[in-house]
């Protein structure tokens, strides 16, 4: 049996690992002579970008390297079964803009999006090399000079975009790339702003029909969710953000998110119902000014975290100055007014245009009229008789 880098079905393309027996999307066995290569590796896409390898996957799209004429880039597809699914299509696009319009260094930005030839929708970022925050976090518990560190870029990251009034909804370890910039300094990049929403509310139409709950899967990740999205809450805000980066700094803090249980359903009620063991109890060399800043992330009312994710950054900030005194380059990042903003949007997410859903069948109108006449047809004739 042959062994290929990137297997793929060759009944859907659904990407599947080389020991798989049956495609996970289709249920198409394995071939004899073993799965196929993917078949976008190794093609010119939009006639620029060379697809070099397959770099993830998961439920919903594939991620490949590619290469253009001046940079090499990451290039995100729906799975093509899902290019109806007009809901994941919204999330897809609204992802796309968000990410292409946010001017922030610790955001990854798309550089385009749309529609192929072929009906897939597609994303194409900047490529960042760097390792995922949980990936560190399986390893080891990160420095907390460097722990403070990434905290501080993600608040930089969230200042700018709630100011755009964006929130992300999903922030988690694997959502945080740890990379450099050229000359070598350390640099934070967000990703995945599929769980996006806008708070100006003459643009909510960009989200509508967007549902808040998808089959199983919860509008968040439960071990970084905060009590208000756990309860489906109205009126989500950015408080909700700083309540999942105070998961994420317990966790590189003390080696340990503050909740843990057997079922995301018990995880999601305890982020709801108990008080976080403080930092300090399960470390005692965290400094006292740091868990205080931690718990106050995490207060279940959200009324008493901070305001803001630039009051928190502040707060840090006060707490322990930047290298060099530096406050950081939140001050110098540009922010849109918000209207004009969404209206940029707006006019962004028309590039990709949602897929036609399928009228349905009205045979069942022409089965009941043919019913409805041998009843009748039948009537009479009893009437004749």
């Not at 899902?82 to 990854?108: C, G, Y």
């Not at 057997?262 to 005692?284: F, N």
């Amino acid at each position: 049996m042959s062994t290929v880098s990137h297997p793929s079905c060759p009944a859907c393309d659904f990407p599947v690992y080389e020991h798989d027996t049956k495609c996970p999307n289709c249920s198409a066995k394995r071939p004899q002579d073993g799965w196929p290569q993917d078949k976008r590796i190794g093609t010119v896409f939009l006639g620029k970008y060379k697809i070099l390898k397959r770099i993830g996957f998961g439920a919903t799209g594939c991620v490949y390297l590619a290469q253009g004429d001046h940079q090499t880039v990451a290039l995100k597809f729906l799975h093509p079964h899902l290019s109806a699914d007009v809901e994941l299509v919204k999330r897809f696009r609204i992802e796309a803009a968000v990410t292409q319009k946010l001017e922030v260094p610790q955001v990854v930005k798309t550089i385009d999006f749309g529609v192929a030839e072929d009906g897939s929708y597609y994303m194409v970022m900047e490529y960042v090399s760097g390792t995922s925050l949980s990936t560190l976090l399986r390893l080891e518990r990160p420095p907390l000079d460097d722990a403070i560190e990434v905290t501080r870029q993600v608040l930089r990251a969230l200042d700018v975009a709630h100011r755009h009034r964006i929130i992300h909804r999903d922030l988690k370890p694997s959502n945080i790339i740890l990379t450099t910039t050229e000359d070598g300094t350390p640099l934070v990049k967000i990703l995945d702003f599929g769980f996006a929403k806008c708070l100006l509310e003459k643009h909510h139409h960009i989200y509508k029909d967007i549902k808040v709950t998808r089959g199983r899967i919860m509008m968040g990740t439960p071990h970084y969710m905060s009590p208000e999205q756990a309860q489906a809450s109205q009126g989500i805000d950015g408080r909700a953000d700083l309540y999942s980066l105070g998961v994420i700094l317990y966790q590189m803090v003390t080696g340990v998110v503050p909740f843990d249980a057997s079922t995301q359903m018990d995880i999601v009620l305890k982020h709801i119902h108990e008080e976080p063991i403080p930092p300090i109890e399960r470390d005692p060399s965290v400094p006292k000014p740091l868990n205080d800043f931690i718990m106050k992330l995490l207060s279940k009312n959200r009324e008493m975290r901070f305001k803001s994710a630039r009051e928190a950054l502040d707060t840090l900030n006060s707490i322990f100055p930047p290298p060099g005194g530096q406050q950081g380059a939140v001050d110098s990042a540009p922010v849109t007014r918000p209207t004009v903003f969404f209206q940029e949007l707006d006019r962004l997410v028309q590039q990709a245009p949602l897929p036609q859903k399928k009228k349905k069948s009205k045979s069942w109108i022409y089965v009941v009229a043919i019913i409805a006449a041998i009843v009748v047809v039948a009537v009479v004739v009893l009437a004749i008789k």
